[in-house]
């Protein structure tokens, strides 16, 4: 099982970021894909989270309405588009397997090489 972030960089205040998560080693589409996020300091926190199957999403606070995740799964690819970012939103990303997106449980040590979002105010 392999997850690689990629499609970050260093973005204003308001500006946007789509962020990419390829998959293999495993059937995409028989999982639930989450986002996770890591600010210098912190613990790591959820961000985002779909589903299998019907492709359900789940957002936490602070970025709904501002970020929004999709899968593709003929690509194996989980997509997170961030829009409006916030000096806050800050962090290394990472995706990762869920085992539940409503209870924000994921798999632990399943996420590859996170991608930094460095976001200047």
């Known amino acids: 099982v392999q997850l690689q972030a990629s499609g970050g960089g260093l973005v204003q205040t308001g500006g946007s970021l789509k962020l990419s998560c390829t998959t293999s080693g495993f059937t995409l589409e028989e999982n639930s894909i989450g986002w996770l996020r890591q600010a210098p300091g912190e613990e790591r926190e959820g961000v985002s989270c779909i589903t299998s199957g019907d492709g359900k999403t789940y957002y936490k606070d602070p970025v709904k309405g501002r970020f929004t995740t999709a899968r593709d799964n003929a690509k194996n690819t989980v997509y997170l588009q961030m829009n409006s970012l916030k000096p806050e939103d800050t962090a290394v990303y990472y995706c990762?397997?869920?085992?539940?997106?409503?209870?924000?449980?994921?798999?632990?040590?399943?996420w590859g090489q996170g991608t930094l979002v460095t976001v200047s105010s």
């Open positions: 990762a397997v869920f085992y539940n997106c409503r209870s924000w449980i994921y798999k632990s040590g399943s």
